[in-house]
């Protein structure tokens, strides 16, 4: 038996996941059948290389949408309340600086289904995450990754 793991989605998390649902089922889907309908006309289909990587294509979408379909209804949406500033949790905006270099960083922690490094959308379970999660404003937090040590103090938290 596979047990469900819960998921916690910021509203913005949500919004962003049905927005790409909705892409996936009215452009992609679309596309990709365009794509087949095209490729059939090449020729014998044992042979075909274009209607394979088509079907291929399609598969992945299928695939993509009945996961986020999945994720969609078991998710919690966070309220705005549920999202602490006290301490740090999901949800929360974190403003710190690099003790090492007086860098600023400010992030959001998040679950691991809208984790987006490149936007500082970070994931409570990555390294950086977890280092973070509970603790409170004016802690000092040692960040081991896979390029050394960081060493940051937690300057603010807040919501949107």
Do not use: C
């Amino acid at each position: 038996m596979s047990q469900e793991l819960e998921i916690a989605l910021t509203p913005s998390g949500r919004d962003k996941l049905e927005q790409k649902l909705d892409h996936l089922r009215n452009v992609q889907r679309r596309e990709v059948a365009d794509r087949i309908r095209e490729s059939k006309q090449f020729g014998d289909p044992a042979e075909n290389p274009e209607l394979e990587d088509a079907k291929s294509e399609q598969a992945l979408v299928e695939s993509q949408i009945s996961e986020i379909r999945r994720i969609l209804q078991i998710a919690q949406v966070l309220d705005n309340a549920d999202i602490p500033t006290d301490y740090i949790g999901i949800g929360s905006i974190v403003k710190m600086t690099n003790e090492d270099n007086d860098d600023e960083w400010e992030l959001t922690i998040v679950s691991s289904v809208e984790a987006d490094p490149d936007t500082d959308l970070i994931s409570d379970e990555s390294p950086v995450g977890e280092a973070l999660v509970d603790k409170r404003v004016g802690d000092r937090v040692v960040i081991i990754v896979p390029n050394g040590t960081l060493h940051y103090r937690i300057d603010s938290i807040r919501k949107n």
